[in-house]
């Protein structure tokens, strides 16, 4: 019997990683599809692993996620608010209590983007683009935890997951008409906003908007119309997770993803929903860029990101079309495998992550997280966020950070020493062979690391304003 379940898992995994194979090697050069697929098998396996959890198991592990169910806005349709295949948009919300029954925070989902009429096609077909296939439930952990001892800031606020099925960051007001498409990001936000303000967020004296990867861009583009919907009077903050999206050159001299940005801008013609400041000087793709925005956000905000930031070294530094040889494929799957020159190259990421927050980061109402980590979005998880073991800045989590930063409790600017000092990180990792299929996470802990590797980390020019070394803690 058991033996008969291990061989069908094993057949099943087995044809997906072929189909995958096949899939991919398709679709080589579309990098959306690519990255895509790690996002959604990252996600899908914090779903899985949240609420897969067999019944002999529930019995001896005391806390299980919370699931929270998915709640489509039926309101959204008469505005023409909808997914890329025309379903309804929708969201997931735990309601507050107590000291946070009037404070309302935001997660706005992740999950790349589509650039092209095929992949956006494809897109139809998953719950990137289809509230059809969207899971009914999702589980509330990290940022969106109702446990104080997993979230210590917001646990009893009213938290809201709005789904991602648009494909351009919420963003984009266009359709085509020959592919079946709906290009509507922006009416989703705001069709999202008026339900939400429907269901109490119009008496908030606290709000926060918040997002992950594609949401965490969505979080800086949409801050100040957050903001707008509010009276002064109440505190309306905005924290972007891993949503500092570089436009860097890659591993080629090319530049994948400004390449791919621009094809979501002009497809989905989101130029008409950029900062009016920014359009006026630069072009419209440069405006979808959060280096050219972060610094004229009006409103409060926070950038939590790692400076190597995981999808950006897979995605858009190293990504198969930029590396053809397959040089960067075993680095790019887990940093302790680079060489000198390859960590050199993220050195120089780093410092591109560090001149683009600069202005931004001398407001006093701003806060930074930025650690040397090879991670992608820590806000969402809870091993991230706040546990045990979770990464720290000065010696304070990724939780108490944003809350120091949002109860104005202590200013936090916090950029870390460049790697490989930070052992409290938790990084992404990849498995070779499936680079796209695999991944789990792992402690850098007492990593193995060349003489070269810490001189030319020591020789980046430090420009931030609290290092944090730990040199003599790696062994
Ligand atoms: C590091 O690896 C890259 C890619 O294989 C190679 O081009 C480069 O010469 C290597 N550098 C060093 C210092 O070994």
Redesign the pocket.
């Known amino acids: 019997m058991k033996q008969q379940q291990k061989v069908s898992v094993c057949c099943c995994l087995g044809l997906l990683v072929v189909a995958l194979a096949a899939a991919l090697k398709e679709k080589e050069k579309e990098q959306v599809l690519w990255s895509k697929s790690w996002l959604d098998l990252a996600d899908k396996d914090a779903a899985d692993s949240a609420s897969s959890a067999l019944p002999a198991q529930t019995q001896t592990q005391p806390p299980l996620n919370l699931m929270v169910p998915l709640t489509l806005i039926n309101s959204a349709a008469s505005k023409g608010a909808v997914c890329l295949d025309g379903t309804l948009p929708g969201y997931h919300l735990h309601p507050g209590y107590g000291s946070g029954a009037n404070s309302w925070l935001i997660q706005l989902e992740g999950g790349g983007w589509c650039n092209s009429i095929r992949n956006c096609v494809y897109r139809k077909t998953t719950r990137r683009g289809s509230s059809k296939f969207m899971e009914k439930q999702l589980p509330f952990t990290g940022i969106l935890s109702n446990k104080a001892e997993e979230n210590p800031d917001f646990f009893n606020w009213n938290r809201v997951k709005l789904r991602y099925c648009d494909g351009a960051s919420f963003s984009g007001d266009s359709q085509n008409e020959a592919a079946q498409l709906h290009f509507r990001g922006q009416r989703i936000w705001l069709a999202a906003m008026e339900e939400l303000m429907s269901k109490g967020m119009q008496k908030a004296d606290q709000a926060l908007l918040s997002g992950c990867s594609a949401g965490g861009l969505a979080s800086i583009l949409h801050c100040d119309e957050f903001q707008d919907l509010f009276p002064e009077t109440t505190r309306v903050k905005c924290l972007s997770d891993a949503g500092m999206f570089l436009d860097a050159i890659d591993v080629s001299g090319g530049h994948t993803l400004k390449n791919l940005f621009a094809g979501v801008v002009s497809l989905q013609e989101v130029q008409k929903n950029l900062p009016k400041t920014c359009i006026d000087h630069l072009d419209p793709t440069s405006c979808f860029f959060p280096q050219n925005l972060v610094a004229n956000v009006k409103t409060p905000m926070f950038l939590l990101n790692a400076a190597y930031d995981a999808w950006q070294v897979q995605a858009s530094l190293a990504p198969t079309s930029a590396d053809p040889r397959g040089?960067?494929s075993a680095?790019k799957s887990n940093h302790a495998l680079c060489?000198?020159?390859?960590i050199q190259f993220f050195q120089d990421f780093r410092n591109q992550m560090l001149n683009a927050v600069r202005d931004f980061s001398m407001s006093t109402k701003n806060g930074l997280f930025i650690n040397s980590c090879f991670a992608h979005c820590q806000s969402e998880r809870q091993d991230t966020w706040f546990a045990d073991d979770s990464p720290v800045l000065g010696n304070r989590a990724i939780a108490l950070s944003v809350g120091d930063w949002y109860f104005d409790r202590l200013p936090v600017k916090a950029i870390d020493c460049a790697y490989p000092c930070d052992n409290t990180c938790h990084n992404l990792m990849f498995n070779e062979d499936l680079s796209s299929s695999s991944m789990t996470y792992s402690q850098s802990t007492r990593l193995s690391f060349t003489v070269l590797n810490l001189l030319s980390a020591l020789m980046v020019p430090i420009i931030c304003s609290r290092c944090i070394m730990r040199f003599h803690s790696v062994k």
Request: some cysteine; proline content about 0%.
């Open positions: 040089l960067w680095c060489n000198s020159s390859q």
